[in-house]
């Protein structure tokens, strides 16, 4: 069993759909981040969530919208995407602040597929 | 910015032989952490191993362990006596400092390296 609860496990849209990718952890952390990995490319860091504040955007195009009620849950809506964003979506966790190792947990990732 | 280079795509080992894998990594920090991250078929990344870079002992779980070397900005991860379930890809990740309390935790990863184990 997993801290971090990813679903759906797969996903396959069209580039017209709308769709959400949810991320759930259960770890009492206060940071959630949303990461891309394609094959061969690091790991993209997408989105960080503080205290369900958005901390950072590294430049995402808009057509990824993410929302975090409370530092448990975490979405990521997608709408009118490419296939060059096919990729697997990793959310993951951590304990904020200073006085941490800043170790991420991660669920198993969103395996997305656009049409 | 920061970053890892992972410069082995894939390696292979035998089953109870050892294997190193390579990373370096570039900062201009002094303090930071290190970590070796695996994610096998089933695709949960889970946590090998991590270094204090402040620390000047290598860090060892069981049969992992690491080669930190600071100057070099060296950090290896040598797996002992590899077992069939050691297969899965091998990222190493670092993370800059945090000195105030609250802040989120932003590591930055390598490319990866695929380990395979063989009979």
């Known amino acids: 069993e997993t801290g971090v609860t990813q679903t759906p496990r797969h996903l396959v849209m069209g580039m017209t759909n709308k769709k959400s990718l949810k991320c759930e952890q259960h770890?009492?952390?206060?940071?959630m981040y949303w990461y891309k990995q394609s094959a061969k490319k690091p790991l993209e860091l997408m989105f960080v969530?503080?205290?369900?504040?958005?901390?950072e955007n590294n430049s995402v195009p808009s057509r990824f919208s993410p929302e975090c009620p409370n530092s448990s849950h975490l979405f990521l809506h997608l709408h009118t995407l490419q296939p060059e964003d096919s990729a697997l979506y990793l959310c993951?966790?951590?304990?904020?602040?200073?006085?941490?190792?800043?170790?991420?947990?991660f669920g198993e990732g969103s395996r997305l597929t656009v049409l | 910015a920061q970053t890892v280079t992972q410069s082995q795509p894939e390696m292979s080992v035998q089953e109870a032989e050892t294997v190193t894998l390579s990373c370096t990594y570039d900062?201009?920090?002094?303090?930071?952490?290190l970590f070796w991250y695996k994610q096998p078929p089933s695709r949960q990344m889970i946590l090998v191993i991590r270094?204090?870079?402040?620390?000047?002992q290598n860090a060892t779980e069981n049969r992992f362990s690491v080669n930190f070397q600071k100057a070099a900005k060296s950090f290896s991860l040598k797996i002992s006596d590899s077992q069939l379930g050691d297969a899965a890809m091998y990222f190493c990740a670092y993370r800059r400092p945090v000195y105030n309390t609250g802040t989120a935790s932003k590591l930055t990863f390598g490319t990866g390296t695929r380990l395979q184990v063989t009979l």
């Open positions: 770890l009492g952390h206060n940071a």
């Open positions: 969530y503080n205290f369900k504040e958005q901390t």
């Open positions: 270094q204090e870079a402040y620390k000047q």
């Open positions: 993951a966790s951590s304990p904020a602040g200073a006085g941490h190792t800043g170790e991420l947990f």
């Open positions: 900062t201009s920090e002094s303090d930071y952490y």
